[in-house]
């Protein structure tokens, strides 16, 4: 205890079950003073609930005694890997905004980015810009290969549900009427990076079951197909429902929850961080414009700003301008 209160470390090995107290109960007050150090639980009593939780928490990794000598380099490589990419910022932070909600919200990505296969679901509005947590993300994740590996996003809500299993997991040639020849899906095209499913609860309840033994098994069959695949990627998972109401009404699988919930995120509106205004303006400004001389002539920022963050001055039609906020996120504002 007295050595952690006197030092930082860029690496934690902690042993869960020693003479003196259970690292567990170590592990909170270490990750305060070592906020990006990667910390490594090695356990001779594996418990799946403990390890979900620790891993919730930015437990790095959690291996079982006897400690394979490849298991464990592996996880150092890795842990090295992060450690290097820790202060790397991703390129679409610029879209997030610096108030103290989308703050919290970035270190709770980096969080689950150092575990490279958890499952993510993403909640909040539409337009609170879950694509853009989910981008970020796959950059905190891969770092310099963020450009390499895939990132497949998919609306689930405007897949159709007769083809949603071949869209997903491909199709041998013959499976279904027009399918001409074999034809890879989704997951095979994200393999290696991250397949975001948008709108997850809009997923037919009877396919649900194969995107849970994907989550389970991480392994899937083509539609019509004997062979099964294996995907080594994260799936991230969105939504501007409640799965649990989902859940309570029949219409969602309450094992297929538990399974893409590892991190759950909430995005906030954008009327609940009105500070991050007109940094995203200036934002999607200069994307838009490409730089141009219109940019450059558009009405000074700071005053743009101060009309939607105003929460009392009525306008000039008597409504109040608070009215006039954007309703969610970058999507208002594009």
Sequence with gaps: MSATAARQFDLVLLDNHLLDGKA????????????????????????????????????????????????????LRRARLRIRQQERAPESEGAFGNSAAMRTLLDELRQAARHATATVLLTGESGAGKDVAARTLHRL????????APFVAVNCAAVPGE??????FGAERGAYTGADRKRAGLVAAAEGGTLFLDEIAEVPLVLQAKLLRLLEGREYRALGGAATELFTGRLVAATNKSLRTEVQAGRFREDLLYRIEVFAMQMPPLRARREDIPELAEFLLGRHSGGTARFQSFPSLPSFASFFQSTSAAGQDGKSRRQLAPPAG???LR
Excluded: H, W
Excluded at 141 to 148: L, N, V, W
Excluded at 163 to 168: H, I, K, S, T
């Design 24 to 75: 567990c109960d170590f592990f909170e007050r270490i990750s305060r003073r070592n906020p990006d150090a990667p910390v490594v639980m090695i356990t001779g009593l594996p418990a799946l609930n403990e390890a979900i939780a620790l891993t919730r928490n930015g437990l790095f990794d959690y291996l079982t005694k006897p400690v394979d000598a490849d298991a464990l380099a592996q996880c």
């Design 141 to 148: 994740t891969y770092g310099e290969r963020a450009a390499q």
């Design 163 to 168: 083809m949603f299993e071949a869209e997903l």
């Design 330 to 332: 970058c999507r208002s």
